[in-house]
């Protein structure tokens, strides 16, 4: 058993203190831009500067709970920012996940309920395997990646950094999106993806 803080007070921070409470881990309280109240029922631990001023009293430990519904370089940004000042950000495997064994994940990343993560594959940093996704064998996830939930990457797909894969969208087998992508939900990816943009549909075709 360890002891986390959280770093974000919505939805997905929610559902991170969750997890950890089912794996039996400590959760000390949350930074946020203001205190949620009761909706996190956890102590509200200041903003993220204020944390990092006192970083000495709190624990070593931390989640990344800032969800992700786009592309962008805040997530990243921040967990960088906690690493400089000594806060690990060990990966996240929900009791609920299915992680198969020769899965390698980077510093930050989550697992979450019903998602499966098969063997072969790799999670970059600080990604988001969310809810009943799937991540099939022998995948590639750069840095920052939300497979949101129900989402499937069949096998031997390559995500690049900050690439926002929608909800219940679907990924044919050996499939490469170029980073700074949005696919949209329900969308079904057949051909590689070249260029950074917003694709919807299937066959997914580029809107923006
Ligand atoms: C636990 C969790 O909550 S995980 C988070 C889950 N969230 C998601 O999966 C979000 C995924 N996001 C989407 O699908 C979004 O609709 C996006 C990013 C694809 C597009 O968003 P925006 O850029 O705001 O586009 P906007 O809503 O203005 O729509 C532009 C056009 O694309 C169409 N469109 C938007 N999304 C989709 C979609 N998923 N499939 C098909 N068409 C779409 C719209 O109908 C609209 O068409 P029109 O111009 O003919 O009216």
């Not at 039996?24 to 009761?38: F, K």
């Not at 989640?63 to 906690?82: C, D, P």
Request: hydrophobic share 45%; charged share 15%.
């Amino acid at each position: 058993m360890s002891e986390f803080c959280i770093v974000g007070g919505g939805g997905h921070a929610r559902v991170l203190l969750y997890g950890l409470q089912q794996l039996g881990h400590q959760v000390r309280g949350y930074t946020a831009p203001r205190d949620e109240g009761v909706s996190m029922a956890i102590p509200f631990l200041g903003t993220d500067d204020d944390f990092l001023d006192r970083c000495a009293l709190f624990p070593e430990m931390a989640v990344l709970g800032l969800g992700k519904v786009t592309i962008g370089h805040q997530r990243l940004a921040l967990l960088e920012r906690y690493q400089a000042c000594g806060i690990d950000f060990p990966v996240l495997y929900a009791q609920g996940a299915i992680v198969h064994g020769r899965v390698d994940s980077g510093a930050g990343s989550v697992v979450l309920d019903g998602a499966v993560v098969v063997t072969g594959s790799r999670l970059g940093r600080a990604c988001i395997i969310n809810t009943h996704a799937t991540v099939d064998h022998d995948c590639v996830l750069g840095d920052d990646v939300h497979v949101a939930s129900g989402a499937t990457l069949s096998g031997g797909v390559i995500v690049g950094d900050r690439c926002m894969i929608g909800t219940g969208a679907n990924l044919i087998h050996a499939v490469r999106i170029c980073a700074d992508s949005v696919i949209g939900a329900g969308a079904t990816v057949i051909h590689d993806i070249i260029m950074p943009g917003t694709y919807v549909g299937t066959p997914a075709r580029r809107i923006a």
